[in-house]
């Protein structure tokens, strides 16, 4: 197997950091592995927030749903999906007037802008955690900035096109770092040829068996199996009810309607 492969399959999320700053060099060439990742039309419609700063750590480590490794965490990146600055260029470049000159339709960001934008960013995100673990640095994605919208628009300084999709907490293996290798549902249950399979009840069975054998029994949900578990714990978590809260917020400004 070739070197980038092993570090594909030898990755594991990393949520304990060796308490040492990452290295202008290494940092150097985590940003440049995100940069030379594809974006849509090469416009690089994402932005990178380095923080290194205790305080803005320490918030983020509550307000991304009370997860304390986040301050701990020599360096956290925070991947924006960001139209602002196009838009920024198309207004000190006269865009909307050269669209009434030539007869085109103006559009402010809408959501297509949104989903476009949050590709470039999550595949640049990708690319810095593929190029931290060549490393020797681990990282944690952070779903949960995307959570608390208004707060974090104030702490991060965020105009109203660039919406937090990902965040990364980065930091070298300790050097008592055991590995643990989470499981994966088997490929039959997520690849398909040509056209999408819904699964049939008997397959969700096979699927989940793993999950299911593995739930403790009982629980401090009352869950009776894991659906139940999962749904307690995730799905209908009271992080993700803020998260669809924070995100509705923030849908208001990829309207396509001036600001
Ligand atoms: C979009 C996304 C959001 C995540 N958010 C969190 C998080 O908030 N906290 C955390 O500890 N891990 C988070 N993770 C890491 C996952 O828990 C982890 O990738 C998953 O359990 C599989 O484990 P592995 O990465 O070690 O293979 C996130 C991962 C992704 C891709």
Redesign the pocket.
Known sequence: MNEVLKTIQG???L?RYKDVPIKEEDLELLLYAAQRAPTAGNLMLYSILLIRDQHTKEVLSKT??H?PFIAKAPLVMVFLADVQRWYDYYRISNVEEYCRRTGMEYREPNLSDLFISVSDALIAAQNVVIAAESLGIGS?????VMENYETHRELLGLPEYAFPI?MLCLGYYPDDHKP???PRFDQQYFVFEEKYHRLNAEELTAMFAELEASIPRPNKYAAENAAQYTFARKTGAAFSQEMDRSIRKALENWQGEPL
Do not use: E, L, P
């Open positions: 990755r594991t999320s949520r991304c749903d997860q944690c994605y952070i779903g949960d990902a643990i290798v989470r």
